[in-house]
């Protein structure tokens, strides 16, 4: 089906194939239409139907609290084309509320892959890491992240990849588990059978909290949880990238326990490497010390209460040449960006974020 999408003097024409998400279809074909999860949760990829019918999806997506239904307002990362439209004769035009933009010059264009899912391995009791090799090799930005679908279970999941390469056919993931989550419940499963590996159905790369070293600053990187994996891929592609030679980063990264970290030894390493450059302090919510805990963080630092509190007490006032990544729950990074732009001053396009609801 063709389906056409204006604003103002805006134009633009792509075709979906019949159970295609409407939002995927048009990334696909090249048009950065607006998004940010990518997965039915944030609602900023609130279009119009101004003639011609679509299937709106997921009837419960969060995303679609406070879609006008009157003005026939539906989600572009749920929507699809009915199975029964005419491909070659049938035509939808839609309208979005915001301009469509580019983000940078080198944005890469999402596509459809399959991959198979190897190398499930245990970070904590309730973190798995996984690799998901694909049929070719692709580029992505470090920050972005993919949408995966497992079989059996209905819409995609958002997840980071934690690698950095500028060029290859493995993406990394961490995953938290979300309780009675029907993917995280999938992986866990998957993860306690014998290395049989599985076939997952992806589109990406997605996101535009990524890093660029070409736009020279330092990093001010916040992690809440997972948050951390796209924060990993930027710190290697920093450090691979020679970024570390002029700029500075500091990583807080936020858990509730000492039996929730992660990739204590990895930043251990990066921070043996480069000790006057990186600095990471592990943000502890559910402790006062690390008292009675039997935990070496080595060259990191211990911070106790929420990770937003922790970070607005780390960061400088006006800030310069610094490019703040925050990744993690909502209400994390919604406490955060407020007190960056007044009290740091940092200004509004120099904070990237992915809420991760
Ligand atoms: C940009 C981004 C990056 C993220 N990166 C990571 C990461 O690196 N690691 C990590 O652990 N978490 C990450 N998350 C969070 C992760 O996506 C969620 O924890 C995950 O979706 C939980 O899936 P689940 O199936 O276990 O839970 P569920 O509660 O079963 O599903 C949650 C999500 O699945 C989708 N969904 C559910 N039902 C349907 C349906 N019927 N039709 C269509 N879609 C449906 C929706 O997106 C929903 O929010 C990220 C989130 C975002 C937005
Ligand atoms: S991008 Fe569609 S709801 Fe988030």
């Known amino acids: 089906m063709k389906i056409s999408i204006e604003k103002k003097d805006q134009h ?3 075709e979906a194939q019949p159970g295609e998400k ?16 990518a997965t039915g949760t944030c609602g900023t990829c609130r279009a119009r139907v101004k003639e011609g019918d679509i299937e709106e999806g997921w009837p419960e997506a969060p995303g679609k609290k406070g879609l006008k239904e009157d003005r026939r307002e539906f989600l572009l990362c749920q929507a699809y084309v009915k199975e029964d439209s005419d491909f070659n004769n049938d035509t939808c035009l839609l309208g979005v509320p915001s301009a469509i933009k580019q983000f940078r010059e080198d944005d890469l264009t999402p596509v459809h892959h399959q991959g198979e899912v190897r190398n499930w391995e245990r970070l904590n009791a309730e973190v798995l890491q996984f690799d998901v090799v694909l049929d070719s090799a692709i580029q992505f930005h470090a920050g972005q992240f993919f949408v995966i679908q497992a079989p059996g279970i209905e819409g995609f999941r958002a997840y980071s990849m934690v690698n950095y390469e500028h060029e290859t056919n493995t993406l990394t993931f961490v995953l938290k588990n979300k309780k009675n989550g029907a993917f995280s419940k999938w992986a866990f499963a998957q993860a306690n059978e014998d290395g049989e590996t599985k076939e997952v159905s992806l589109f990406g790369p997605l996101g535009r909290a990524t890093f660029h070293p070409d736009e020279a600053n330092n990093l001010f990187l916040v ?5 951390i994996a796209g924060l990993m891929s930027i710190l290697r592609h920093a450090d691979v990238s020679g970024h570390f030679d002029n700029y500075s980063a500091t990583l807080l990264f936020g858990v509730r326990t000492v039996d929730d970290v992660f990739y204590l030894a990895e930043l251990n390493e990066m921070v043996g490497r480069y000790p006057n450059q990186i600095t990471v302090h592990i943000v502890f919510s559910d402790h006062q010390s690390l008292a009675g805990h039997d935990l070496d963080l080595g060259r990191l630092n211990p911070g106790f209460g ?13 800030l310069t040449d610094t490019m703040a ?3 993690g729950p909502p209400p994390m990074i919604d406490a955060l960006i407020r007190p960056l732009i007044l009290e740091a001053k940092l200004p509004a396009n120099k904070i990237r974020y992915d809420k991760f609801g």
């Open 12 to 14: 633009y024409s792509f």
């Open 22 to 37: 409407l939002l995927y279809a048009g990334l696909k074909a090249g048009f950065p239409l607006p998004y940010e999860c």
């Open 223 to 227: 992690a809440g949880g997972s948050g």
């Open 306 to 318: 929420f990770v937003h509190e922790q970070a607005l007490a780390t960061i400088e006032p006006n």
């Open 325 to 327: 990544y925050l990744a």
